[in-house]
T-cell receptor
Framework: DGGITQSPKYLFRKEGQNVTLSCEQN?????MYWYRQDPGQGLRLIYY???????QKGDIAEGYSVSREKKESFPLTVTSAQKNPTAFYLC????????????FGPGTRLTVT | GENVEQHPSTLSVQEGDSAVIKCTYS??????FPWYKQELGKRPQLIID?????GEKKDQRIAVTLNKTAKHFSLHITETQPEDSAVYFC????????????FGSGTRLQVQP
């Protein structure tokens, strides 16, 4: 189903704790993306990476960090600096050149109390 | 940056009727316009996309039209079925720079049997 996985599916954390969401793809895609979705809203871009060892801030990067040490993996850390971290987080990947279809992972629902 | 507006936010139709969802975008350089369908708690799935060198594209009961002059594009679903009920998102991107998708806020389509 697209070859992109996210884990865990549900994650619960206490306020003030950092948490890392996993995203792995076996599609040999160069580009990977993280989006955040709040109830009843569209997807907003957090970070993206077009090649290994390079990544850029999206529209709502504050309070988040990423790494791209391997082509297949693009983990997202939600830090304690993120004011409203409770949301549905979606990872996506696509070919690096041109505008191509983005394949989405199944998502991680993060709840912070 | 790019801004995508989507209307209506909710749409209810009778089974067998047609449904139309409209989006406008702000960046005239955008050249890729996908439509995603998202069922509750699931990942967005691409249902159709169109590139700027094409004015219309059809796939069975689904069609997308693009008016680059007016900077708007629309999704048309004919002969709607209950399984078409979901949230639909339009998006826009370009093939330079970040190439990430900018999403509309979504349309909740309800098909009444």
């Amino acid at each position: 189903d697209g070859g992109i996985t996210q884990s865990p599916k549900y994650l619960f954390r206490k306020e003030g704790q950092n948490v890392t969401l996993s995203c792995e793809q076996n599609l040999n895609h160069d580009a990977m993306y993280w989006y955040r979705q709040d109830p009843g809203q569209g997807l907003r871009l957090i970070y993206y990476s077009q090649i290994v060892n390079d990544f850029q801030k999206g529209d709502i990067a504050e309070g988040y960090s990423v790494s791209r040490e391997k082509k297949e993996s693009f983990p997202l850390t939600v830090t304690s600096a993120q004011k409203n971290p409770t949301a549905f987080y979606l990872c996506a990947s696509s070919h690096g050149q041109g505008p191509y279809e983005q394949y989405f992972g199944p998502g991680t629902r993060l709840t912070v109390t | 940056g790019e801004n995508v507006e989507q209307h209506p936010s909710t749409l209810s139709v009778q089974e067998g009727d047609s449904a139309v969802i409209k989006c406008t975008y702000s960046d005239s350089a955008s050249n890729y316009f996908p439509w995603y369908k998202q069922e509750l708690g699931k990942r967005p799935q691409l249902i159709i996309d169109i590139r700027s060198n094409v004015g219309e594209k059809k796939d069975q009961r689904i069609a997308v039209t693009l008016n680059k002059t007016a900077k708007h594009f629309s999704l048309h679903i004919t002969e709607t079925q209950p399984e078409d009920s979901a949230v639909y998102f339009c998006a826009a991107s370009l093939d330079t720079g970040r190439r990430a998708l900018t999403f509309g806020s979504g349309t909740r389509l309800q098909v009444q049997p």
